[in-house]
Antibody
Framework: QVQLVESGGGVVQPGRSLRLSCAAS????????MHWVRQAPGKGLDWVAVIWYDGTNKYYSDSVKGRFTISRDNSKNTLYLQMNSLRAEDTAVYYCASQVGTDAFDIWGQGTMVTVSS | EIVMTQSPATLSVSPGERATLSCRAS??????LAWYQQKPGQTPRLLIYGASTRATGIPARFSGRGSGTEFTLTISSLQSEDSAVYYCQQYNDWPPSITFGQGTRLEIK
């Protein structure tokens, strides 16, 4: 079945880096754009970044632009989010998501928690 | 950036009744509007896309209306399992950006 599985979350100090991964299965990963969405504890959903199906285009929210980098390896069916210069306000559950059957986010991973704290 | 504003923040409705949730966009998003349901500790689930089309497996009790800047999600014959936070999302403005509303918490009395 269609599945997204995130990994790589954890506790990291402010200013440090972390890389998240999202492993896809059950659909043709290389045919679809992929997104990262985050949710701070007790807060709402916050779109982070998108990458085109072939990796040619990438867009970021203003809050992470210049610090985060989205990438993908279609040979490994895996999406990445490289997070540098992390701040306390980046603390959140990070979800990967995609628009496979519709033009909205119809598939989501289970999320991985990132905590930025000294 | 398009700002999505949801109202009310919290809604308390009795089982069997109908709930109407609102979402307003700061500028037109045409019909590029989705609704998601998120239960505690769970991943968001797509309910409605294109403002009014139900996603696969979503009961007919859930319906969406609107276009431009004003949208509603109506849940009829409320059940206890409908207790959740509901988010609207616009995807008209991307690239470069997609934005979510702040959510409406629906409580079943």
């Amino acid at each position: 079945q269609v599945q997204l599985v995130e990994s790589g979350g954890g506790v990291v100090q402010p200013g440090r880096s972390l890389r998240l991964s999202c492993a896809a299965s059950g659909f043709t990963f290389s045919s679809y754009g992929m997104h990262w969405v985050r949710q701070a504890p007790g807060k709402g959903l916050d779109w982070v970044a998108v990458i085109w199906y072939d990796g040619t285009n990438k867009y970021y929210s203003d809050s992470v632009k210049g610090r985060f980098t989205i990438s993908r390896d279609n040979s490994k069916n895996t999406l990445y989010l490289q997070m540098n210069s992390l701040r306390a306000e980046d603390t959140a559950v990070y979800y990967c998501a995609s628009q496979v059957g519709t033009d909205a986010f119809d598939i989501w991973g289970q999320g991985t928690m990132v905590t930025v704290s000294s | 950036e398009i700002v999505m504003t949801q109202s009310p923040a919290t809604l308390s409705v009795s089982p069997g009744e109908r709930a109407t949730l609102s979402c307003r966009a700061s500028q037109s998003v045409s019909s590029n509007l989705a609704w998601y349901q998120q239960k505690p500790g769970q991943t968001p689930r797509l309910l409605i896309y294109g403002a009014s089309t139900r996603a696969t497996g979503i009961p007919a009790r859930f319906s969406g209306r609107g276009s431009g800047t004003e949208f509603t999600l109506t849940i009829s014959s409320l059940q206890s399992e409908d207790s959740a936070v509901y988010y609207c999302q616009q995807y008209n403005d991307w690239p470069p950006s997609i934005t979510f509303g702040q959510g409406t918490r629906l409580e079943i009395k």
